[in-house]
């Protein structure tokens, strides 16, 4: 292996007596890199937002002159640094823009816990809760319904309640079919409520049908099982699958239409 010698770096550095050679002795890389005068100006001094200048955007909004005094190239640097020797005075960035940032919007994440969200109205936000049974009921979104001024379910509350009674006649291996009348007797004993219709219900299993969640058989109606993909997914990623496919299919025929 053959042994480098040392070299004297010759990138331009800025002194109190004008530009000079770095002339930093160094092997693979010089250790003043910070110091090197770069080659081409800032975005600052690009847009005549220079040091020492009362720098304004297009509107004549105050902007942020250049503050980089040591390695932008530009000469009004150059002639503040000689300005300070001359008066043997530190070299300090000159700063007269009356430019002040914007109020902050963003803060990094805190290590502290985050607490549980809710949506706009309060209600608590959704939990996922685990399947007691994954082989046949699904992990299952829990989520907490406002009154309605009518005293009507809140939408989605009645699909949740025939999920949470579905699940419940698997896992006990009810002998008796479930059916949708069977579902509406069984909801309503259970919220204290008049039991919701069996038209109802019926419009859920269709549902579930055309999201490929549940098997339901015909003759009479009734819920048998969870498909695969209900295993899998469950209901709320089926949806969601859904949601993009009717997304990317609207997206195809605009883009038919131009």
Known sequence: MVDKKPRLCKVPVRKETGREPCNTLFVDRCTNTNLHI??????FCSNGWHEGTKAT???GSPAPSCKFIDTCPCDCHDSLTKLYAMSGMPRVVVDVSEYTAPPRTFWLPSDEPVPVSSSPNGTPAPLLLESPAPDRVPARVEREFAGTPTGRAARGQLESWVQIECDAWLIDEAEEQCTP???SRYIGREYGITPPSVGAINAVFERWIKLGFAIIEKKPTRFVGYTEEGLQYGLEGLKAREKRMRASEKGARLRGIR
């Open 38 to 43: 770069q080659r081409l100006k800032t975005g």
């Open 57 to 59: 955007c297009y509107d």
């Open 181 to 183: 009348a069977l579902l």
